[in-house]
């Protein structure tokens, strides 16, 4: 059973940045599409960006298009998000998702294959 955790969440200023790491256990990313997904205080969860098992495709919420960066490394068994140019209303929890079916991870399923249990990014004005 793939187990996934997320890493690197904290405290940052204004138009600081921040790099998010979701490291596998139990068995490789390398045939799943993984995404990154988030969900600030009272708000529902939603998309932020994906990548496909073989990193040739990414897609982004328009709300963080130019600013974050998905990238993976299936030989570290890893799915990056490098945010950048953070706002105060990027503030939630973080989560990686991965799916064999990559359409699941842009429509933001809930019922994907796998989660991670998040972690904390909060930006201060």
């Known amino acids: 059973q793939v187990q996934l955790v997320e890493s690197g969440g904290g405290l940052v200023q204004a138009g600081g940045s921040l790099r998010l790491s979701c490291a596998a256990s139990?068995?490789?990313?390398?045939?799943?599409?993984m995404g990154w997904f988030r969900q600030a205080p009272g708000k529902e969860r939603e998309f932020v960006a994906a990548?496909?098992?073989?990193?040739?495709?990414?897609d982004y919420a328009d709300s963080v298009k130019g600013r974050f960066t998905i990238s993976r490394d299936n030989a570290k068994n890893t799915v990056y998000l490098q945010l950048n140019s953070l706002k105060p209303e990027d503030t939630a929890v973080y989560y990686c998702?991965?799916?064999?079916?990559?359409?699941?991870?842009?429509?933001?399923?809930?019922?994907?294959?796998?989660w991670g249990q998040g972690t904390l990014v909060t930006v201060s004005s």
């Open positions: 990548i496909s098992w073989s990193g040739g495709s990414t």
């Open positions: 139990g068995g490789t990313l390398s045939t799943y599409g």
């Open positions: 998702g991965a799916d064999s079916t990559y359409t699941f991870l842009l429509e933001g399923s809930k019922y994907l294959d796998h």
